[in-house]
């Protein structure tokens, strides 16, 4: 089924809208039936009409390019009714399935060129020399992009939807999958694609939680250290570089030009399906101005499309909480009408939500006096945003989010007085850390390197305490003998005498224990075999 609200014309969108309205209803009512065949036949068919999106994306379509003067009420009242249909089956089951997973499409415009295009030839080549280099040249590779991915998972700018992560309808394995899509993130970083690498790495975060890509609560410094980890893993770039050439191939065969030629792809995407998400779609101007146009005229409206239409009011106004989208005068002309209604069954769900918007509205004002001349507006989102926290929030947000990446001069110069004061201890960044409380340990380790007073962050790691090996001296055996106490379990008494030796190991010191005869192996198979005894005792 393929929606146009431009191109087709408006008897047959209504045919249309009628016709796909009907198939919900039907399944609708498959889904309720007593009929355990039924059911199960209704799932299917939800699951088919929730997976794609050209499904799932109509009613938010036709509602934001909805036009009062070409198209009629009538035609309208289904849009509603189909809308409300549609997401009260998806509530049903996503309160019945836990999880769902549907697929998403988006457009990428890229260039072509004859031969081999621009991108794969520098890709390919690129891949090639990136694989042979050193763990220690990767790092100062990364070291050149870390600024750049740490601004794009601050959200400095919008990261677009990215490649699909994970095919369903594939044969292949979800590990071997998994696999390519960790391969394909150090792929693009490798290629200055960071953009389209951190969409993929958040995206397929969501269809392997918990796992190499994070968890969806981690912090910005953990998000950064798994992105790096990922870039750094020499498995993780597996066949990736192989697999876009053979794509850029298969193009070539087909005839590429020798002049650059700007195409539009649909790419498409898989992840789990989120209802809130889904729903914030609705929370437009456009679509609530709709929906007010609807409502105006609740006395000749049927009472399914009155309560359909408040419905989704409700979504957008109390689940998302973003009641001053309808804080508008045109929307309270209408609610102060049906505030003179009298009492009735018919208009209860109408005055009692009529009465919570009204209600909110004079709280929001009883702070804000502004809020009688926001009256006269319909609002984005981000102003319904600043109205609630404060004008000018989303502003100064943005710039604290810059300031996190930039130093005056004078912190310069405290960074460099502290590296100075704590460049012998074991762990640097740590110190350094506590000393400024508003500075993260990536930004410490960031600009350490961009001064100079580092060569590479590998030098920043903790040190650690190098265990002494090698021959032990007549002394260092004097004292063993010493401090050695036998015990029924050997472990516990290397373990003791390993205490008075911090230097070395405990198999050093265990080793050592046996070459003087204070350890000796019947001990170890007498313990061995008392332990084997006693499972079996415990066994039976």
């Known amino acids: 089924m393929c929606w146009s609200v431009i191109m087709v014309p408006n008897c047959w969108l209504g045919y249309a809208v009628q016709a796909y309205k009907e198939l919900l209803q039907y399944i609708y009512n498959m889904s309720i039936s007593h009929d355990q065949t039924m059911r199960d036949s209704s799932k299917v068919m939800q699951s088919n009409v929730f997976y794609h999106p050209e499904y799932r994306d109509v009613f938010a379509t036709l509602l934001r390019n909805f036009n009062e003067v070409f198209q009629t009420r009538s035609s309208l009242r289904d849009i509603v009714e189909a809308t409300h249909l549609y997401v009260k089956m998806m509530e049903n089951y996503c309160r019945k399935n836990t999880h769902m997973i549907v697929r998403t499409t988006r457009k990428k415009s890229k260039k072509r060129s004859g031969g081999r295009s621009n991108r794969s030839r520098g890709a390919g080549s690129s891949g090639e020399d990136l694989s042979v280099l050193t763990e220690d040249q990767l790092v100062d590779l990364w070291e050149t992009m870390d600024g750049r991915v740490q601004e794009l998972c601050e959200g400095v700018e919008p990261l677009p939807s990215s490649a699909l992560p994970f095919d369903a309808t594939s044969n292949q394995p979800m590990e071997e999958q998994k696999i390519y899509a960790m391969g394909k993130v150090r792929y693009l970083l490798r290629t ?8 993929l790495f958040r995206d397929a975060r969501e269809v392997w939680p918990d796992d190499v890509f994070g968890s969806g609560d981690m912090s910005l410094d953990d998000e950064l250290t798994a992105i790096k980890e990922l870039f750094l893993n020499p498995m993780s770039g597996f066949s990736v570089a192989h697999q876009m050439d053979e794509e850029s191939r298969d193009y070539d065969e087909e005839g590429g030009c020798g002049e650059e030629v700007e195409e539009t792809e649909l790419q498409s995407n898989e992840l789990e399906f989120d209802l809130k998400r889904y729903i914030q779609r609705f929370s437009n101007n456009k679509i609530v101005r709709v929906y007010s146009l ?25 689940d998302l909480k973003m009641a001053p989208l ?54 984005t989102s981000s102003e319904v945003y600043e109205i609630s926290q404060g004008y000018g929030t989303l502003q100064r947000e943005k710039e604290l989010k810059l300031a996190g990446s930039v130093w005056t001069r004078e912190q310069e110069e405290e960074l460099a007085q502290l590296y100075e004061q704590y460049k012998e201890e074991d762990d640097i960044v740590c110190c350094i850390e506590n000393a400024l409380s508003n500075r993260s340990k990536h930004q410490i380790r960031a600009q350490l390197v961009r001064q100079g007073l580092v060569a590479n962050r590998q030098s920043l790691r903790k040190r650690q305490t190098k265990k002494k090996t090698g021959e032990w001296s007549e002394e260092e055996v004097a004292n063993l003998r010493e401090v050695f106490q036998p015990l029924e379990d050997y472990k516990e008494a290397v373990k003791a005498a390993a205490t008075h030796f911090p230097e070395r190991g405990i198999r050093d010191v265990g080793r050592q224990l046996k070459e003087m005869g204070l350890i000796t192996h019947a001990q170890k198979t007498r313990k061995q075999k008392q332990h084997l005894s006693d499972s079996i005792v415990n066994s039976d």
């Not at 609807?294 to 109390?318: G, W």
């Open 294 to 318: 609807l409502l105006a005229d609740y006395q000749q409206n049927p009472d399914p499309i009155n309560h359909a239409a408040v419905k989704m009011l409700h979504r957008i106004a109390v």
């Open 326 to 379: 309808l804080h508008q005068i045109s929307v309270f002309r209408t609610f102060q009408a049906i505030l003179h209604e009298p009492s009735s069954p018919r208009w209860k769900e109408l005055q009692k939500f009529s009465r919570y918007v009204v209600s909110g509205f004079f709280q929001l004002a009883s702070t804000n006096p502004l809020m009688f001349v926001e009256l006269l507006f319909w609002k």
């Open 192 to 199: 200055a694609c960071h953009v389209e690498a951190v969409a």
